[in-house]
């Protein structure tokens, strides 16, 4: 198998690695701030049920996770997961979401409660208060700690190979087994780099943007 | 009757009482200066004032009109008298009032607070119900704060930091829902965000910082900071202006600039009761003074009878001390 061919079928599985990276953070982000919401909840019982969920997702491993959400339907309801990519999706998208909700509330909770209170004197709404003045700042408060995050999840894709997803790393042990070449399984590291080389660039650019004033 | 009037304020943070009943007038125009040694209860009286905390029990006229009243004492009270057989004794009056509480809202404030809880700083703020909201909301435009810490928006530049509540106070009165603007509410809208814009450079030059429109809070000094905060207070043009240690982060020169500040307002006309800790400055610029000492009004008047002839043993301590220099001890 020459290099070429191996780039080719890296490439056909980037499909799945790129695909399951974007689409994560498209679900995980706006549910990781409904999760943060009731985490943060005056309720009692949604913050409870908040914290346990964060506390059971944070608490196992993801390769657990994403185990689970691919046989237990099967096994428990008699419906089994007829495709792995959405079963890869539904347990990254939850995973990532506490993780993210976590870190929305260390970034709300690290806001000075100054803030809110001027906001109150000026006779701002709730809304206002949390859209015009919160909002922007917790956001540049998190970019540092949601590039790692996102760093990351390029990088535990791979674990999607435990359900037989054909991502790159499926794919490199793949022409290992078949081929008894060794080098293409380290070559993957090459791709994750370029990957996550790209994302450390962006989020360097995202945190200068807002970088024009410091809190 | 005076221009603003408070009576009879109480407020308990759990079961440390922070205010016991202070009373205060102050005629349209004055400046009041409110002293007293740190945990008097002075800026938790001006936050009672500014409805950042609301009291346990107060009555404020504003013009001679009620804008406030507030009694959970003795509502707390009678709702005890009627289940609770054990005799009030002075000692657990507080405590009582704390489950009594607990039991009318189970607020969170009162099940923290009941007991010795050594965490007082940490009592949650207590809910508060829609109505007692929309209350405070509407009466809020009467005040304007000035924080210790400035507390501006950080990510906003100068200019915007002051038109900002004036900006959406005004969406707040304009017509809502997708409705479509039409020309001449357009026309009207823009009028009014571009005499807001100008009011507010006006009031920013008025505060000698019409060259800093454009800055960033972070690039400016702490007393021009402060001094973009009194403008922000004012463009809201509030009946009274309240300043919390307006001065107490700066250093001597920045805190010139700002008294400088708050005493050409007071030619201005404005009304204003300011915290402080600048004897000097209260001296000299007050109306009326008021020591405060463990939550209530130890001594009040004109600043000659405070600081020249005051009467109360707690004021005489507490000026001597405050005059004292180090080498003295």
Known sequence: ?215 | MAFYEVKNVYKNFGTVKVLKGIDLTLDEGQVLAIIGSSGSGKTTLLRCLNFLEIPDKADIYLKGEEIFSIDKISADNSAQADDNDTPLSGECESVKYAQASQDASQSIQAQESNGKSKREKKVKPEKISKQMQKLIDSKRGHFGMVFQSFNLFPHFNVLKNVTLAAQLKYGASAPKGFKRWSKEEREKRAKAMAEIKEKAVALLNRVGLGEKLKSYPCELSGGQQQRVAIARALILQPDILCFDEPTSALDPELTREVLKVIRDLKKDGHTMIVVTHEMQFAKKVADKVIFMADGVVEEEGTPSQVFDNPVSEKTKAFLAESEKSIDEE
Request: glycine share 6%; net charge positive.
């Open chain 1, 1 to 215: 198998m020459s290099f070429a061919d191996v780039n080719i079928q890296f490439l056909d599985a980037a499909k799945y690695t790129l695909g399951l990276f974007f689409l994560t953070l498209v679900i995980a982000i706006p549910l990781g701030v409904v999760v943060c919401a009731c985490a943060m909840s005056r309720f009692r019982p949604v913050k409870w049920i908040a914290n346990t969920f964060i506390w059971i997702i944070r608490g196992t491993p993801l390769m657990l996770q994403v185990i689970v959400v691919m046989y237990g339907p099967g096994l428990i309801f008699d419906m089994p997961m007829k495709d792995r990519f959405l079963a890869a999706l539904i347990a990254f998208s939850i995973n990532y979401a506490a993780y993210f909700a976590e870190i929305y509330r260390g970034g709300i909770m690290a806001m000075p409660k100054g803030q809110y209170e001027a906001g109150k004197v000026l006779g701002m709404s709730k809304a206002s208060v949390n859209g015009l003045v919160i909002f922007p700042q917790v956001v540049k408060k998190i970019t540092p700690a949601m590039g790692n995050e996102v760093i990351t999840l390029v990088k535990d894709t791979s674990i999607a190979n435990i359900i037989a997803l054909p991502e790159i790393i499926l794919t490199a042990k793949g022409i290992v087994a078949t081929y008894a070449i060794i080098w293409p399984l380290f070559y993957t590291g090459v791709f994750y780099l370029a990957m996550s080389g790209l994302l450390t660039l962006f989020f360097k650019w995202l945190e200068k943007r807002t970088n024009y004033y410091k809190a």
